[in-house]
């Protein structure tokens, strides 16, 4: 019979099976380094006007869904994670699900939508010949002071979910962050990823 929850130790593996802070950091680091290229094009191509900003809203969204939720579910792990050779599965140490994985990315989902929100809410106070004559630099600068309050609630937003998901992710031993709790998931290394299935169900005796 499948167990609901893994284990947190198992037969004949003496080191940690869950993936830590530390390595999960280093795959976060990895995936910025990888998405840095498409990152500097959206930048250039959202200073371009403010037309072209809302040209990328959608193709930008697409693509989080695509990096967090597709490669998830398909691979087990974003590029950063597979590379650092660990894996995100459900609890019961079965593969991901569609719905586990779009659960996984819901709230920084929310939060990219509250960004490009309030993006909008921003470039709409600008005059846009105003804003097309201004260099690449002052015009993010021009941005970031028109709505100062707003930026600085999306920052703390932002700050309080990656903080209060390093505390959760620290303090059980699953290693389990408050997105793990909500989709149902645990990331495991994936050398013990045999022995983790084979400890996924439980031994029953038989009946006489």
């Avoid at 990331?187 to 022995?195: A, G, N, R």
Wanted: proline share 4%.
């Amino acid at each position: 019979m499948k167990r609901e929850l893994l284990p947190t130790k198992f037969p004949g593996i003496e080191s940690e099976v869950y993936a830590g802070f530390w390595i999960r950091a280093a795959a976060k680091i990895l995936d910025f380094i990888i998405f840095l290229p498409l990152a500097g094009i959206l930048l250039y191509i959202n200073g371009l006007s403010k037309s072209a900003y809302f040209y990328t809203v959608v193709p930008n969204l697409l693509f989080g869904v695509f990096y967090e939720v597709y490669l998830v579910k398909v691979y087990g792990g974003t590029p950063g994670k597979l590379i650092m050779d660990i894996k995100i599965i459900q609890k019961n140490g079965d593969d991901l699900n569609w719905n586990a994985a779009f659960y996984r990315y819901a709230i920084d989902f929310c939060l990219a939508i509250l960004g490009i929100y309030l993006m909008i809410l921003t470039l709409n106070s600008i005059d846009d010949s105003f804003y097309a004559g201004l260099g690449f630099t002052k015009k993010y600068t021009l941005i970031s002071t028109l709505n100062p309050t707003f930026s600085k609630i999306q920052s703390w937003i932002n700050y309080l979910w990656a903080i209060s998901g390093t505390i959760v992710l620290l303090a059980n031993p699953r290693k389990r962050a408050i997105h793990d709790f909500i989709a149902g998931t645990v990331v495991v290394k994936s050398i013990y990823l045999d022995k983790i299935r084979e400890s996924s169900y439980i031994n029953e005796k038989p009946e006489i």
